[in-house]
């Protein structure tokens, strides 16, 4: 066994995809190759990526896969011979098809009878006869959107012209043709510093050799290496530099040997508000921005270039050059938006169409007005001020800074509010009533900025659902998804006891679909499973509540966060066990169990009588705990049921032959039922 070492030398590739393209390949070329034996499942591998090569090493490859031993079934033994015994047509076809005669066929006896069989031993494929298939498939399966043809188109497609492949296993190349091209062990260096063929003798010194030639081809290291020389810049400006993870990933994925290159900007754009300077250093340029030791954005960026020059004075003049052009037109923006007020500005919304069927963007403006006005009074915000940010929340879409700059949304809106002279709540709700933005942003941190973020949201699932319906596979352009979260984030993390149907048939009314609260409920719920995962609950937890569906999901949490307690008690597993035992007898039963109570008088055994006073006393204790929303401590007073409970399984027969026993018996347990669903539903519990 040897390394094996597959490189594609490519033009730049899609600095966005290139860490999920070169995970994928390192992926399915492990993959391929363990599943024909010429490696093994966990046989160690490493993906390499940079802007013009994607590569995976594996550990250990064998030159040819074990043999193995090959049973191929034919026809049944009753089949396979006439009334005389002479072969049948259907035997001589499955000898011939294995390339023997009859008489080299075996007998396998099974249960549902004989069958004729042809044993074998199949050697191992070799590693050259496999490689090209596996090559294939693993660039099929590559998670390329578009792929691109070169010169006449005779050379297949990929995400980018392919220039050389390397493929070698141990000192020796693995000899294929593919994109017009022969394998060898040539890679390249540098486009500049090393553009010359570069020989790697071993998959073991690809790294050593590419480094030598001016590549770092490692993602993570020529990463790290981004972010300290990032960090060295910023400290020899005296200030820090903020890591944006997104944009440290594409800056990575765009250069090959990092050099951070330090340049700076006229101080007096930093009149215009910090959040554009940044979108357009950061967004626009690929810069690093810098802050003080105030925390206050200064005059400086750090751009990474993909090469060490002799003249680094001259990369940064041309940087600046280009961010003062950027700069002045965001200056240019800021000013000329500031001369007409948001509140002028919103009437423009009557001119942009939000969805055909709902409406512009004026007519949801107004919907949201009036549901963040009804949410206001419920959480206990300023309802005045929650409308007045409605109403102006959408204004800014019109400004050209945020034309020019659309991840400014509702930011601007916040700055030109501020600008107009509007109260401070009604600045800070217009600022904050996108958020959250993504999975792990921040909450809207006021009651208006929450009053509003929510409404905006409710109605855009109300409405965009009762016209589109729910969005199926990767489609999702309206973002319903990240929406639907966001709702049940802000109803969970900010604590809302706020009923969830309520707010939804408050969103859908002026769409006049009844059916659509019900729909978007159950959109929201399934975005629920995901969200609990990610903070360690089991699914089967999430289910045991999701039963009851419950309505408020502030309640929903806490019940989710009672029965994960739970299960954790000594008690648990006897108890769900019991639960599942008589959720069983009771639908077995059907009809038998009715809504009428307990008649101790029937009762035959001390363990009944026992059990109804344990339910008794805990559903006295229950009823105050579920007023509270005290889950936790409803699930350690169900806890002492267990005693009785087994107990009364122990001497009991449920299904007596007396029929007023043994319905009083399921009445007793259908009590006992109820009160174990006051949480969740525990049969749903897996062991």
């Known amino acids: 066994m040897a390394a094996l070492l597959i490189e594609i030398g490519t033009e730049e590739l899609p600095p966005r995809s290139l860490k999920a393209l070169s995970q994928a390949f390192g992926q399915h070329v492990h993959g391929g190759l363990a599943e024909v034996g010429l490696a093994d499942p966990d046989t160690q591998y490493r993906v390499f990526a940079s802007p013009r090569r994607l590569a995976v090493r594996l550990a250990s490859v064998r030159e040819q896969a074990p043999a193995r031993d090959v049973e191929r079934r034919g026809p049944a033994l009753k089949a396979a011979f006439d009334a005389d015994g002479q072969p049948t047509r259907a035997l001589l076809g499955f000898a011939q098809s294995c390339g023997v005669e009859v008489s080299a ?123 300290r020389c990032v960090g060295a810049a910023a400290a020899a400006l005296g200030g820090q530099t903020v890591l944006d993870q997104a944009l440290l990933d594409e800056v990575t994925a765009l250069v090959e040997w990092p050099v951070a290159i330090a340049g700076g900007f006229d101080p007096d754009f930093l009149q215009v508000p910090a959040p554009v300077l940044i979108a357009a250093m950061r967004d626009h340029q690929k810069y690093f921005h810098v802050l003080g030791a105030d925390g206050h954005l200064r005059a400086h960026f750090i751009t990474v270039a993909n090469i060490d020059s002799p003249e680094p004075q001259r990369i940064r003049a041309g940087n600046e050059r280009v961010l003062r052009a950027r700069l002045a037109d965001a200056r240019y923006f800021w000013d000329t938006d500031r001369r007409q007020p948001l509140i002028e500005r919103s009437a423009g919304l009557a001119g942009v169409v939000y969805e055909q069927r709902l409406g512009t963007l004026a007519d949801k403006t107004l919907r949201v007005e009036r549901l963040a006005g009804l949410l206001a009074g419920e959480i206990g915000a300023d309802a005045g001020h929650t409308v007045r940010a409605a109403r102006l929340a959408k204004a800014d879409l019109l400004t050209l800074m945020v034309g020019e700059f659309p991840e400014l949304q509702g930011s601007m809106g916040a700055y030109y509010a501020r600008h107009d002279g509007e109260p401070p709540a009604v600045c800070t709700a217009i600022g904050e009533h996108y958020r959250p933005r993504h999975a792990g942003d921040d909450l809207p941190a006021s009651p208006e900025g929450l009053a509003l973020a929510l409404a905006d949201r409710l109605d855009t699932l109300a409405g965009i659902i009762g016209v589109a319906g729910t969005p199926g596979g990767d489609r999702d352009p309206f973002g319903l998804r990240r929406a639907a979260l966001a709702v049940a984030r802000m109803l ?80 648990a597993a006897s108890l769900i066990a019991a639960n599942k035992r008589i959720a069983n007898i009771l639908a077995k039963a059907g009809d038998e169990v009715s809504d009428v109570g307990v008649d101790p008088a029937l009762f035959e055994s001390p363990a009944e009588t026992a059990l109804l006073d344990a339910i008794a006393a805990a559903e006295q204790a229950g009823a105050a705990l579920v007023e509270q929303g005290d889950y936790t401590a409803l699930c350690l007073q169900l806890a002492t049921l267990r005693e009785p409970v087994d107990a009364f399984f122990d001497a009991v027969m449920v299904m007596a032959d007396d029929a007023a026993v043994r319905r009083n018996r399921l009445a007793l347990l259908a009590q006992l039922h109820r009160l174990l669903l006051a949480v969740a539903d525990l049969s749903r519990l897996q062991g």
């Open 105 to 227: 066929l075996t007998t396998l006896e099974t249960g549902k009878g004989a069958w004729l069989v042809h044993r074998h031993t199949q050697p191992g494929e070799t590693l050259a006869a496999a490689l090209p298939r596996l090559f294939d498939a693993a660039l099929k399966a590559l998670p390329i959107d578009r792929r691109m043809r070169w010169g006449a188109g005779e050379h297949g497609e990929f995400v980018r012209p392919v220039h050389w492949l390397l493929v070698l296993h141990g000192t020796k190349v693995v000899g294929f043709e593919r994109f017009g091209l022969a394998t060898g062990n040539l890679s390249r260096g540098h486009r500049f510093h090393h553009p010359q063929p570069l020989v790697i003798d071993h998959p073991d010194h690809y790294e050593e050799r590419l480094e030598a030639a001016r590549v770092i081809v490692d993602f993570a290291a020529r990463r790290a290496q981004v972010a």
């Open 492 to 571: 969970v993390e900010a604590q809302l006891p706020l009923g969830l149907p309520a707010l939804l048939d408050a969103a859908a009314e002026p769409f006049g679909k009844p059916e659509v609260p019900a729909q978007v409920f159950d959109f929201i719920l399934d975005r629920l499973p995901a969200y609990y995962e990610a903070q360690g609950f089991r699914v089967d937890e999430l289910d045991a509540v999701l039963s009851l569906r419950p309505g408020r999901l502030l309640d929903l949490d806490r019940r989710l966060r009672a029965v994960a307690g739970f299960r954790r008690l000594p008690e």
